[in-house]
């Protein structure tokens, strides 16, 4: 079974540019999670996804994040502008639907200049 | 509110058994997993368990719960260097679908030959 797929797995940027992060959850997997990790620091949830529905973003930076996930599959995280306190790793992760277990994918580590 | 705190580091030496410690707040947590982190990977979950469990093993790891002190416990038997790595305990609640993980800051267990 593949894991989670996400791309790119390392960006650097200068603050106040845009970027875009993608994740491909595992097949059949309805829900799929955002989380950012800073350095030193454990995974926060950004935001999460039942198919391509919102249950939680109450945690999502909404001026300059945001999210979506279209077809219930593929999900894309968008931040515009940057600033430097985005630099983390951003964990993409899916569960089924009936069980808790949430499987993580690589991360992409973004640095802000 | 929902807190993990976890203790930062923890060394022991190659064979010698570890075991490492976390306490939550919130009482009405359903699930407690366990994740490992290698440098520059994504998380690896290792174990969970119920909170109506007192204790659950895996081959090497066993997984202690005291939900009176709300005290969570990771031991690792036979520890090998591959060991070496950052351990994340979380929680989850389950409420009206919102199953998104907390996590603590993480423990860095370094196992030395």
């Known amino acids: 079974e593949a894991g989670v797929a996400q791309s790119p797995r390392y960006k650097i940027i200068e603050k106040r540019q845009s970027v875009a992060f993608w994740c491909n959850p595992i097949?059949?997997?309805?829900?799929l999670y955002w989380y950012q990790q800073i350095l030193g620091q454990g995974p926060k949830l950004l935001i999460q996804?039942?198919?391509?529905?919102?249950?939680?973003d109450s945690q999502l930076p909404k001026d300059r994040f945001s999210a979506e996930r279209l077809k219930g599959v593929d999900s894309t995280l968008k931040i515009q502008p940057a600033k430097l306190e985005d630099s983390a790793v951003y964990l993409c992760?899916?569960?089924?639907?009936?069980?808790?277990?949430?499987?993580f994918g690589p991360g992409t580590r973004l640095t802000v200049l | 509110g929902e807190d993990v705190e976890q203790s930062l580091f923890l060394s022991v030496r190659e064979g010698d058994s570890s075991v490492i410690n976390c306490t939550y707040t919130?009482?009405?947590?359903?699930?407690l997993y366990w994740y490992k982190q290698e440098p520059g990977a994504g998380l690896q979950l290792l174990t969970y368990?119920?909170?109506?469990?007192d204790m659950k093993q895996d081959q090497r790891l066993t997984v202690l719960l005291n939900k009176k002190d709300k005290h969570l416990s990771l031991r690792i038997a036979d520890t090998q260097t591959g060991d070496s790595a950052i351990y994340f305990c979380?929680?989850?609640?389950?409420?009206?679908?919102?199953?998104?993980?907390?996590f603590g800051s993480g423990t860095r267990l370094q196992v030395q030959p």
């Open positions: 992760a899916s569960s089924p639907l009936v069980s808790g277990e949430q499987f």
């Open positions: 097949s059949g997997h309805a829900t």
């Open positions: 996804f039942q198919n391509n529905g919102v249950v939680d």
């Open positions: 919130d009482s009405s947590s359903t699930y």
């Open positions: 368990i119920f909170s109506n469990m």
């Open positions: 979380a929680e989850s609640i389950k409420d009206t679908g919102r199953r998104a993980l907390t």
